[in-house]
């Protein structure tokens, strides 16, 4: 696999972020954004290409099990918003 390019990185960065706001539970939701900004932080001094390459797969697969998920939980979310969704 080719590295990835710059505007790929911060598409998928953008894409999760944009993924995590359709889960319908603050905490989830919340979760999977700091879980997101957190990895590409960790990760921001890879200089390898195959490292870089490797964890950017593994990004692109989160993404695909995060989507999956919001949809699950989309059709399981409870009818009573959270106490921290009220004021937003």
């Known amino acids: 696999m080719a590295t990835p390019s710059t505007s790929e990185i911060l598409s998928l960065f953008r894409s999760l972020l944009r993924t995590a706001r359709q889960f319908p539970d603050y905490n989830i939701r919340e979760y999977i954004k700091r879980r997101t900004i957190d990895s590409f932080r960790e990760n921001q001094t890879l200089s390898d290409a195959s490292s870089i390459s490797s964890v950017y ?32």
């Open 57 to 88: 797969a593994g990004g692109r697969a989160q993404l695909e099990v995060a989507k999956r998920q919001a949809i699950v939980y989309s059709l399981y979310a409870p009818k009573v918003k959270s106490i921290m969704d009220v004021n937003h």
